[in-house]
Structure formats: C-alpha cells, structure tokens
C-alpha cells in the first residue's frame, strides 16, 4: 500500500499535511538553517582583532651624569616586545609585525605621516604607540596611544607613571598597558 501524497513521515510518525502547510514547513526549516548558518558558532572563536604594536620613544631629562643610553634603549625594545607577547598571549588579538625602513619605527623617528602610512601596511586594525619620559632617578612618564586603523581615530590614550629605572619596573608597566589596552578594546 502506498503513502497518500498528502502525509509527511516524521520519525516514523505520519503527520497529515496539505500541500500549502508542506510549502511553509519546509520554507520555515530553510529560514532555521540559514539563520543557524550566520549565527556564531559557541564554542569557536571568531577572528581576533590585528593590532600592531610599534617602537617606543625615550626620553631621558633626569640630569643624571651617567651614560645610560644603551641600558634605556634595550629596555624600550623590551618594553613593546613585553607588551607584543602580553597582548598575543591574551588570546584576543593577533599581533602583527611593524616595520620601517630605519628603525626604531616611532612617530618621533618617522614623521607622523610616515608612521600613519607604515601602520596602515602592517594590516593591522590597530596600531599601539608611545613613549617613556624619564623625569628623576625615581620616575618614568608614559603616554600610550592605541590608534583605530579603519575608524581613523584615537580609541584610548593613557598616561603611565612608574617607579624605578629598571627591567622589572619596565616589565610592570607594560604588563598594565598591555591589561589596560585588552579593557579599551572589549569596550570599543
């Protein structure tokens, strides 16, 4: 015996359907699906934001009479090395190189416009700068800026003060820049 055009079997149970009823049951199954299709996924990360973390300036207005130039300067580029492993080991971003034809790649060093232009071919949605001001023996000035690439804006400055003129200061400070800049973007 032969099925009446009129049924459905669902899970071997039969349902009587007429044919208008079929025609939306199977469209509202294809709006499900396509709507489960853009939906995202839990459980799967979605594409972390790009962010480019650049050089940072050093400014040394102590008066202290000691040469400290090469210590300072091989604490700068561990200071945004700190803060490119910080931020890519948050698990949110991915961090991209940024590179300049004459190192270090800063604003001061490149020209703003320069540095615009390199930011924008590192291909990163953001772009991480700033500098160090030394003031005393004791004390370190930062200003840190987080430039959005496609926004064509400032998202966060911050003014950074420390103590100390050594590497665990710079590794604290930038372990909280790096905290503070994970904050600014979730708000964004």
């Known amino acids: ?24 049951a199977a469209l509202a199954a294809t709006g499900v699906a396509a709507a489960l299709c853009f939906q995202t996924t839990p459980g799967l990360p979605e594409t972390p934001p790009t962010i480019a973390v650049a050089d ?9 009479t000691k040469d400290q130039r090469a210590a ?7 200071f945004a090395e700190l803060l490119r492993a910080s ?5 949110g971003y991915r961090v991209l190189p940024f590179e300049c034809a004459q190192p270090p790649c800063t604003p001061i060093n490149m020209q703003p416009d ?7 071919r590192s291909g990163a949605r953001f772009v991480l700068y700033g500098g160090i001001h030394k003031i005393s023996t004791l ?17 966060f400055r911050q003014n950074v003060t420390f103590r100390g003129d050594t590497d665990e200061a710079f590794r604290r400070a930038a372990a909280f820049v790096g905290e503070s800049v994970r904050d600014a973007v979730e708000k964004r």
Request: proline share 3%; aromatic share 8%; net charge negative.
């Open 114 to 120: 320069n540095f615009i232009t390199a930011s924008r």
């Open 1 to 24: 015996m032969t099925e009446p055009e009129d049924r459905i079997v669902f899970n071997s149970v039969r349902v009587l359907a007429s044919w208008p009823e079929r025609v939306k």
């Open 139 to 155: 004390v370190q000035w930062g200003d840190v800026q987080l430039l959005d690439l496609e926004a064509d804006k400032v998202l």
């Open 56 to 64: 940072f300036d050093y400014i040394d207005t102590s008066g202290e």
């Open 72 to 78: 300072h300067q091989a604490r700068m580029a561990q």
């Open 87 to 91: 931020l890519g080991a948050q698990g």
